[in-house]
């Protein structure tokens, strides 16, 4: 993998660790794909939650970003990025809705609507708190079964969005569905491509013209930035972890995060990490054990994880009370809301420490 985990450098730990340059790699192969394909690239910030991460995105030629809360819209917007979507489908109260026209005025903003409900009471919330329109995308289920509304549910959110005094301006899908084993990633990607072109051909019927056609995850990206797709908005790509690793969506050396943790405890077949479920966090896909992977140690599963343990068994040598050691967490995102910040490596040494900046930003 990209980090030399037999050379980590001494660290306080445990912290979250990014190779800089891989990183900058993940984010320029991502954009090449993108611009090969003619298909605009939003990644979400949600997995970084960075203000540098996110300058660099878009310097690096991201149409804008993608994000899940107002608070996060409000970070971004504060570093000077100029083209925000909230991919959520956003309950407006009045107090939200004053948000969402502050920030309507100073940015090009676009909300998530997934409901006539919703959609109705962010119109209402909205009125006369924006000098135009607030623009909006409706949320399409592709598979995954959270949110979004079925193809022939499309219109009527569009109706009741426009009659509420929003501007409907495209349409959005999260093929989420792709996690849940690595042979559902082809059929994700095509799920979502077949919803959002059939949404778009729906609303256009029912007088609704869309020019946003929106899809992404990580797994899925690169295969459904055709057909008509105009952007797509992976998140997870900017620093991969094990469960990307195991979809395919990313190789061992574009790994660029790792958790790095000291081995507190040892015994026959078994040590403890000072990191536990409050910075690996908890997440574990049905397709694989434990809670992340060791690298360095071979055959080895994070069996458990409490608090501030991480119970590792391994078939191999036990390493040292205080060795330090490298954990791909299984899933990055949650890890980067949970820990201290970042702490940026170049060619194996610490350059910089990056601060965490939407945490509990909602
Ligand atoms: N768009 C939406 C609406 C999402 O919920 C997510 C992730 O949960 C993404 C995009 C990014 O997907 P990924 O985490 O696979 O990169």
Request: aromatic share 4%; glycine share 12%; charged share 20%.
């Amino acid at each position: 993998m990209a980090f030399d985990v037999r050379s980590l450098p001494t660290v306080e730990t445990p912290c979250v660790l990014v190779d800089a340059d891989v990183m900058e790699s993940n984010i320029e192969r991502m954009q090449s794909s993108m611009q090969r394909s003619g298909v605009g690239l939003r990644p979400h910030a949600k997995t970084h939650k960075s203000r540098r991460v996110g300058r660099l995105q878009v310097d690096g030629g991201a149409v804008g970003l993608t994000v899940a809360t107002i608070g996060e819209a409000e970070v971004f917007a504060d570093a000077g990025i100029r083209d925000l979507f909230i991919a959520y489908p956003v309950w407006a109260t009045p107090a939200k809705a004053a948000r969402l026209c502050a920030l309507h005025e100073r940015i090009d903003l676009l909300v998530g609507v997934d409901s006539v409900e919703g959609a109705t009471q962010l119109g209402s919330q909205v009125r006369g708190g924006a000098s135009r329109r607030m623009r909006v995308a409706i949320e399409i289920d592709s598979g995954e079964r959270r949110t979004g509304v079925e193809i022939d549910g499309a219109v009527a959110v569009a109706d009741a969005a426009v009659a509420a005094g929003l501007e409907v301006v495209g349409v959005f899908t999260h093929g989420g569905h792709s996690y849940q084993d690595p042979s559902l990633v082809g059929p994700a990607a095509l799920d979502e491509v077949r919803v959002l072109t059939g949404a778009a051909a729906a609303l256009a019927a029912g007088g609704h013209d869309v020019e946003v056609l929106s899809a992404g995850s990580t797994p899925t990206a690169e295969r459904s930035a055709h057909g008509g797709v105009t952007e797509e908005r992976p998140g997870t790509y900017v620093f991969g972890d094990r469960q990307q690793y195991h979809l395919g969506s990313v190789e061992a050396d574009e790994l660029a995060l790792v958790v790095a943790a000291t081995v507190v405890s040892a015994a026959r077949g078994r040590f403890v990490l000072d990191a536990g479920a409050k910075i690996l966090a908890k997440d574990r896909p049905a397709f694989l054990e434990g809670f992340g992977c060791l690298p360095d140690h071979p055959g080895s599963t994070i069996v458990r994880v409490y608090d501030h343990h991480g119970v590792v068994e391994t078939p191999g040598p036990v390493p040292a009370v205080g060795t330090i050691v490298a954990v791909v967490p299984n899933h990055v995102c949650p890890v980067v809301n949970l820990g201290p910040g970042l702490t940026i490596l170049r060619g194996g040494s610490v350059v910089e420490d990056w601060s965490v900046d939407t945490q509990h930003r909602f």
